[in-house]
């Protein structure tokens, strides 16, 4: 797929290059598609691609836990890195797929970045 708006483009981008992140994409969650990507690790469309499978895990299982609310986030810490995945857009349905350090990041800082990200998401004309 072609980059998202400059906007979304552009918040990608700064979302990658927070401290402690590897790199960002934006994955269509119900077609693996990587819409954009962003940040140092060169196969970040590919790992996107393979990470959307955790949102997809929770899809399946999400009447176990309907009782606990909406998922906001998932995240899966490995030896030497996290992924952690945020939705971003319900129509279509983006992630957010971001490979970060597993220590060192303020994430209650990034935080607001996602949010913006997802306005400008809500506010583009998308497919």
């Not at 269509?28 to 954009?36: E, F, I, R, V």
């Not at 970040?44 to 399946?60: N, Q, S, T």
Request: hydrophobic share 50%.
């Amino acid at each position: 797929m072609t980059q998202p708006p400059g906007k979304v483009g552009l918040l990608l981008q700064r979302l990658a290059e927070f401290p402690g992140l590897d790199a960002c994409a934006l994955v269509d969650a119900d077609t693996g598609m990587t819409w954009h990507h962003a940040g140092r690790l060169h196969d970040m469309d590919r790992i996107g691609e393979v990470a959307v499978e955790f949102w997809r895990v929770h899809g399946r299982l999400a009447m176990h836990f309907k009782d606990f609310g909406g998922l906001n986030s998932a995240a899966y810490a490995f030896a030497h890195r996290v992924v952690a995945l945020f939705p971003c857009s319900e129509a279509p349905p983006l992630v957010l797929v971001c490979v970060a350090q597993k220590k060192n990041v303020a994430w209650s800082e990034w935080a607001p970045h996602v949010l913006a990200l997802r306005q400008a998401l809500a506010a583009a004309p998308l497919p």
